[in-house]
């Protein structure tokens, strides 16, 4: 029986037990009481996650500490339609419902407190991952929700929602945890949060601070050797042999992406009426990591051979004052907030750059990049209700100034005097990016009949960005400017929904909504001979100047139901998408360059199922299961997509199955066990079906890309957790079967190397509140 049986089996076994909603669990609720809902704010109001006409995923604060998610990868493999390429912190890319990128602008929303954590997105600089402490909630919304959140959101959204300050209340807690991941490091915690009320009914603070070590399992061994897959030993017809030589490397370490990551979080409420709430928030986040979770496939398991560091460092600075003023029948909110990201990248180039030059080689070759975030952002809305709250509305206005650089630099030590380059730095490359957007917005939902409701949204938008960079060095063919390229875009994003309410616990919903990501220019302005080659397979002669905005329309019908006395959830929904002018990154293998362009256009299919189910007070079951048909429909000249060919890291299935049972220990004591199992089926990595190959008589020619296609894999996950009045005891094993899949695999630049899943990782914990 293969994974995909296996998976169709235990689901079918979860519908017939019972039915399952992936978003809480009977732990958070009375022992036969079923199961209780979350509150969200999906729609930018707080409503029951049932009573939210619109597919969304949402898990409590009290579910992530139990679970022990410390980041949103090891959440997302258990919300369906969901995916992300980048394993490396603060370098994801996040799709929802094949909605998926390589390009500038990313496709899926990220907010902490209503704040966007978006930014433009490089080779060197990510997502925003804010550490998982004293949340209140995390919130996934799917399809579009360009009407509340913008083009960002084209995809959907993550929300990070913290906990706030409570007036009158003292509180404090803390946990610490020790694991062992086989062939790695030890990893440690703490945290710890407190509450204090400062004026008694008018101002409390709350603060915490958290720390986490996290061990390496990757060794750098000196003296081992490196394959080059596009270089072959062989002629054909026989089998392609890559080149195999001496990396040259002599530094050795143990356990070299060690990673150290202290998040600090400070906020306060401060109420000086009944009516009116100020709300300061700032919170500080450091990342330091050793060395890259990369490892060469044809070294023993987990080495590589650089030869010198790669530590990465991330410091993220989020301050927010949010103002809420109740005037009745109507709320005035106002979310001023300011994001400071610095993204400090050390990189060993010296493979690569003797990839690219053969006789740079023996020269050490070191890669620093530098990108600098600045963001400032205003949102003011004004919301209520209105005729017996039939009408419920919600309008606002928000504006964006994001100041964006990337400063790199490549060096080959010692190179420069040989070869009469004068100087040793081989590229390059400061590239500044400028973005302002205006937007205003709105949503109404009127109550046509007592069981129906019309909802319909708008949002107007205005996006100006310029793009000013200086390049130089050998790779980069010479110096280069780019002066000025502005884009401008403006336009609408409507939507349109109906909600029917069969029942009190049964709601059918069908919306139409748009999406949109602007354009821009491209930041790259290379003359480099090197990209002749890729030029010619692409059939361009240079990277284009620019690269359109690209559109969507998703029709969905979805059916949320809760059924057996509310002690069982079933969710369901179906999806069509069709996506123009897709944006998408183009690489240019043989110089090492990239740039965004417009594949054509796509079709995505789609349908997702979560059911829960409290089988008994004891004993809750749960799944998910999602389909996703995501298909090139139209190709362009200059870009690598096919059509026919799938929309990149979108597994056609994914899906999850999980059991919790509580029983009692002692009089004093309870426990919960429970284990998940996660699938997620295969999906293109690249679109290029060949890759260029040199032999040793001087000719070259096109062989299979062999790392096209990422291999599905599926993970076992146990927890174990003791409840003793105020404490929280967990022991827990993650990555059960050690299943070790190649992520971001490449052969593309004088390696062959992959990232992979953390391998098996025992560890234990406790918390207390008090």
Known sequence: MNTRTHLAAAMSAAVLASTIPLHASAQDGAAGDGLEEIVVTAQKREQKLQEVPMAVTAVSGAQLEQQGITQFQDLLRSVPGVTFAGTEPGQ?????RGVSTEASSPTVGVYLDDISLVSISTSFAGAIDPAFFDFERVEVLKGPQGTLYGGSAMGGAIKYVSRQAVIDETSFSTAAGLSSTRGG?????AEGVANIPLVAEKLALRGGVSYRKTGGYIDNVAGGDTEVWTRSTTLPPAALQPTRYSTLSTFDQDDANERDLLSVRLSAKYTPTDTLTVVPAVLFQKSEKDGTDSFFTNLPEYEASYRFGQPTKDDVGIYSLTINNDFGGATLTSISAYVDRDVNWDRDY?????????PFFPYDSYNTSDTITKTFTQELRLSGD????????????YYADQEDRLLQVVTTAGAGVPFGLGTDVTYFGDQRTDSKQFAAFGELTFEILSTLDLTVGLRY???????NAEFDGIFNGGASTVDDKKSSEDGVTPK?????????????YTTASKGFRQGGPNRFNTNSPLCAPDFERLGIDRVPDSYRPDTLWTYEVGSKNQVLDRRATVNAAVYYTDWSKIQQQVNLPTCGFQFVGNVGAAEIKGAELAIEAAVTDAFTLGGTASYTDAEITESAPGVSAQVGQSVLDTPEWMGNVYGDYKFHLSETMDATLRAEYQYRGSSLRQFDTTMLVSYPDGSAANVPNMTQIQDSYDIVNLNFTVFRGDWQYRLFVNNLLDESPYL??????GESSATTLRPRTVGVGARVNF
Do not use: H
């Open 92 to 96: 994801s890319r996040y799709a929802i």
């Open 185 to 189: 490091d030890l990893s440690y915690e």
């Open 350 to 358: 010296s493979l690569f750059i003797g990839n690219l030059a053969a």
């Open 386 to 397: 209105a005729f017996s709250g039939r009408l419920q509305w919600v309008g606002g206005l």
């Open 461 to 467: 938008f205005d996006q100006d960005q310029t793009v």
């Open 496 to 508: 349109v929904s109906l909600t029917w309410r069969a029942t009190p616990d049964n709601l059918l």
């Open 744 to 749: 971001d695999f490449s052969r593309t630049s």
